[in-house]
């Protein structure tokens, strides 16, 4: 089982590291969880939330994580 690192975007402006760690533990050993945000100079309450998340995954398993139903609320 090797590490593979997910793209995730469109978050919630809420969204948090554990509860990104919550929604992706179901799949593998999270290994890290980064938030980035970023604002908009010209309108601040439009800010733009993703993450990396690094996942200890089987490769058979990587579409089932890609394809869940499982979203953040």
């Given amino acids: 089982m090797g ?5 995730v975007a469109n978050l919630p402006p ?3 590291e ?3 760690n919550e929604v992706f533990q179901d799949y593998g050993a999270v ?3 980064e938030l980035k945000t970023k604002e908009n100079p010209f309108e601040p309450e439009d ?3 993703l993450a990396f ?3 200890q995954i089987h490769p058979n398993d990587v579409n089932n994580c890609m394809d869940s139903d499982k979203h953040y609320p």
């Fill in 3 to 7: 590490s593979t690192r997910f793209f």
């Fill in 14 to 16: 809420n969204a948090t």
């Fill in 18 to 20: 554990k509860h990104v």
């Fill in 31 to 33: 290994e890290r969880v």
């Fill in 47 to 49: 800010v733009k939330v």
């Fill in 53 to 55: 998340v690094t996942l």
